[in-house]
């Protein structure tokens, strides 16, 4: 059978339906009548929009020859020292989530990107975190041209505003965007939904677009207890995320350490010393390299 069979199968259903519910005046079968027309119809739809796009696949042959001519992923040193030794810096086309207990560092490390980075180029800066100003405290030292390379949004933390707002700066040229925090990100559902949408969407932005999104995100209670490192909350963050850095701070040795748990670029684990103050400062010949 056809889709265009089942399409009018469907529809003598629900006209035969739709007759019976008119022969009837019980309250009851009019109610379950309207439910069967219901399901039918979204059938009908899923059916029709099954017809409009039909899958788009390529050979593996076609997806090379696609992309053989395409400039190889950059990446960006950004003035961390143990990352940009470790890992080159961030790259392109990553969806990178960082995380760790209470004062490891984490916006720290996040602006300590943007500020080099800002030398180069254009950054956005998701910031939902830090009153405006003490955001003003942390970057007045900088040129008026970087500054002026930084897009600060602070307002509206909807995960469909943020996606909206990637897309269209991505279109200007911008390739790194950086968001502080998950735990400030609106969107529906329960703390497993929220957590797995908004992951999948940010991963989706960085696949289609081959920008580098930078997540703050946090270790569970639990977790930090037991000696565990894990994203808090849903697990497909861990399966959507190309980088998973965790910021370790020993509170009574006041060190503090980045644990490379996950790389897919480079495809290798580490960990390395994390200098937070004073910020290391180093000459940068190419603001990149190539991966």
Same mark, same amino acid.
């Given at each position: ?13 629900? #006209? !035969? ?15 379950? %009548? ?26 593996? #042959? ?22 940009? *030794? ?14 760790? $207990? ?29 009153? *405006? ?81 930078? #997540? ?27 980088? %998973? #850095? ?18 897919? %670029? $480079? ?23 190539? !991966?």
């Amino acid at each position: 059978m056809t889709v265009d069979d089942k399409i009018e199968e469907i529809k003598n259903q629900i #006209l !035969n339906l739709k007759l019976d519910f008119e022969k009837t005046d019980d309250f009851d079968k009019q109610l379950k %009548i309207k439910e069967k027309i219901l399901k039918l119809e979204t059938e009908e739809l899923r059916l029709i929009k099954e017809e409009m796009y039909p899958p788009q696949t390529e050979t593996m #042959l076609d997806l090379i020859e696609r992309n053989k001519n395409k400039a190889p992923l950059k990446k960006y040193e950004i003035g961390v020292k143990a990352i940009d *030794e470790n890992m080159g810096g961030f790259c392109e086309a990553t969806f990178i989530n960082i995380a760790g $207990n209470n004062f490891a560092g984490k916006t720290t490390l996040v602006i300590q990107a943007i500020k080099t980075l800002s030398k180069y180029q254009k950054v956005m800066f998701f910031s939902y975190e830090m009153y *405006e100003g003490l955001i003003s405290r942390k970057f007045k030292d900088l040129s008026t041209e970087q500054l002026k390379n930084i897009e600060v949004e602070q307002i509206n933390s909807h995960i469909e505003y943020i996606e909206k707002t990637i897309r269209i700066k991505a279109r200007e040229g911008i390739k790194a965007f950086f968001i502080d925090s998950r735990m400030k990100i609106q969107a529906e559902g329960d703390e497993y939904q929220k957590n797995s949408y908004i992951s999948a969407k940010l991963s989706k932005l960085v696949q289609e677009l081959g920008i580098f999104i930078v #997540l703050i995100n946090q270790i569970a209670t639990t977790d930090i207890r037991n000696g565990r490192l894990a994203l808090k909350g849903s697990g497909d963050q861990e399966y959507d995320s190309d980088v %998973i #850095l965790y910021i370790v701070y020993n509170e009574k040795e006041q060190t503090r350490t980045i644990i490379c748990k996950k790389d897919r %670029i $480079n495809e290798r684990l580490w960990q390395d010393d994390y200098v937070l103050m004073p910020v290391i400062e180093y000459t940068v010949d190419m603001p990149f390299v190539d !991966n």
